[in-house]
């Protein structure tokens, strides 16, 4: 070839959007550039080789990326420019895991479609990450978060969401479709020719549960294709979904010291360490991942994110979680990266006293009210039909997760205004008379010996000593 024409030919691919994207990414190998070259002037890999690659087993390109995965490339580049970029900032790529190893499905699979001549699942599940990633997909698979899509069905929020707020179409149930499944994740389902139903699908939701059975998606976490260790040990991976008045992890964090010094020291974080334990790699403010998943001097990394917790702060009443003080010591291996034993045993003592403190004079005895005034037929069974019902959620549910998260995470204003304090006026200004009006109500039409009991518990709760202010003592 002539110099002229190699000049020519050198300006047609250095113009081509093939070659800008493959510039951008951070570890552009010569084999992928070749792949730039050969989809730029279509050399028979996206046509007849590609129908024969999809019915023999993956081979390896020069660098190691497989054929079928250079494929895809060939015609991702342009068709979805981003999605390459992070994938070529990966780890992943760097691996030589492509497209093709992370969505390739088998036949038989319930979401499996042709697409290209390849059989392909759009949705990549732990069950595929645990081809590379055994151990982590089983931490996972124990967690709470594992369970948070399948376990949803039922529960008071969904009901107000689902059925309180919609109505009795499919289409009627967007407010739980898009607010409670997009953080919980719900059941994906796939239509006779393996298209993804819209009415279940975009979801990431931590909890999915997938066409394979498997539970959870990694990508609620890790952004997908480029699944940066620095973006998701950052507090806002978590964020997404720990926030608001029923969730408020995030605000908390943020008003807290720990988040007040990430803040401050994040440029001294080196938050891309490949081992990342506090009190070695940094010394800054912790982010979730620090308490919640990373590494210490004394224990291994996890993405079981229940396996450090003591309580489960999530329910009207607070009980201690299947291995509370083994929880509680390996949590405890965390703070001491930074604390004394002293601050650490002081800390949670005042914890254990602020969630002993709301069950004993709310949660309990409130829960004790609503299930007497179900009892003597003063409520029903339906959730959100008795105006006290709408009281009784709001307590436990916002003011009581905000005292509760407060303290586990040293938020003092959650604890305080958002907390106690409105846990207090909805149980003295709201709770207690409109129990007491409907137990009036009832004596009035002549139930009085129905609602006798319910009636009694009530003045117990009272005159109860940690109520003692009501009778101005």
Known sequence: ????????????VWNSPHYLVFLRLKQVSFSLFLIAIL?????????????????????QSLNGL???????????????????????????????????????????????????????????????CAR?????????????????????????????AAVVQGDSTVKGTQAATQGCVQCHGSKVTVSASGVLNSATWPNSGIGRVNPDGSLGTCTAC????????????????????????????????????????FRASIDKMHLDSPKWIAGQDYV????????????????????????????????????????????????????????????????????????????????????????GLLKAGLRTEKTFDDSIEWTWFKLWHEAGRQARQGSAMVGADSVQWKGFAEVAELFYSKLIPQAEELISKAESGGKGAEVKDVKELLETIKHDPANRWMNGQ
Request: neutral net charge; charged residues 20%.
């Open 284 to 371: 800054g403010g912790p982010t979730c991942a620090t308490c919640h998943m990373s590494a210490t001097m004394n224990v291994g990394m996890t993405h079981n994110v229940s396996q450090r917790l003591s309580w489960d702060l999530t329910q009207p009443v607070s009980s201690k979680t299947e291995k509370s003080a083994d929880n509680r010591q390996e949590m405890k291996t965390v703070c001491i990266s930074c604390h004394t034993d002293k601050v650490v045993q002081n800390f949670y003592e005042q914890f254990d006293n602020v969630v002993n403190l709301y069950n004993s004079k709310y949660g309990e005895p409130g829960t004790r009210l609503m299930d």
């Open 222 to 261: 890790h952004q997908q294709h480029d699944f940066s260790q620095a973006q998701v040990r950052r507090p806002e991976a978590c964020s997404r979904c720990h926030q608001g008045a029923a969730h408020p992890q995030s605000e908390i964090y943020e008003q807290s010291k720990h988040g007040a010094t």
């Open 39 to 59: 989809a730029l002037f279509g050399t028979g890999l996206r046509t007849a080789d590609a129908a024969e690659a999809a019915t023999k087993p993956v081979k």
């Open 132 to 160: 590379c990633h055994e151990v982590e997909t089983k931490q996972f698979a124990e967690s709470s978060h594992a369970q948070a899509g399948s376990h949803l069905e039922g529960t008071i929020p969904h009901t107000l």
């Open 66 to 128: 497989s054929q079928t995965s250079a494929v895809c490339i060939s015609c991702h580049a342009e068709e979805t420019r981003s999605i390459v970029q992070q994938w070529g900032a990966s780890k992943h790529y760097g691996a030589n895991v492509g497209c093709f190893e992370c969505h390739q499905a088998e036949k038989g699979d319930p979401d499996a479609v042709m697409h290209k001549k390849y059989l392909i699942s759009t949705l990549v599940t732990p069950k595929d």
């Open 1 to 12: 070839m002539g110099t002229c024409n190699k000049m020519k030919l050198h300006t047609k």
